[in-house]
C-alpha cells in the first residue's frame, strides 16, 4: 500500500511540475533606428539602436528591442546585446515575455544566443522559457525557430 501511495505522489507531482516543450516557426519584420548612445562615451566603435518588430506565424504580435552595439578596426568584428519585450499570441496563447540577445561576429563567424528571460513571462505565457534562433535570407527576409516549453 505504501508503495502504491507512494507512486500516486510521485506521478501528480510529475505531472503538476511538468513542462510541455513546442516549436513555433514563422517571420518577422525589423525597424530598427540609431539613437544617441546616452551615458556612453563618444566612441565611433559604440552604438544604440531602438525598434519595433512585427510577428507573423506561430507568434502573431508586435515587440519593441533596444539594441547596444560595439564594433572593433578588425573586419566584419562586432558585437550587440539587446533586451526584446514580446506581446503577442503564441500557438493561441496571449500575454508577453522579454528576450536576451547577445550576439557576436569574429572575421564574419556569427553567433548569436538568444533566449526567454526565465520568470518575464505574462498572461497565458507565464512560466515560459526557451531559445529563438532567427534566419536572415539573402533578400533581407527574417524567419525564426523558436523552441520554448510552458507549464
Known sequence: MRIFIATCILLLTTSLTAQTAHHAS???EPTMKPVSPAGLPDA???GR???TKTWHGSVEGTS???MLTASTARKDTAGYVAVELVTCKLDGRSGTFELLHQGTMDEG???LNIAVLKGS???ALAGITGTLV???AADGKHTYDFDYTLP
Open 49 to 51: 539602436y531602438t525598434g
Open 64 to 66: 519593441v528591442v533596444d
Open 44 to 46: 565611433p566603435t559604440l
Open 134 to 136: 532567427i534566419h536572415i
Open 109 to 111: 563567424k556569427q553567433s
Open 121 to 123: 513571462g505574462t498572461g
Open 26 to 28: 514563422g517571420s518577422f
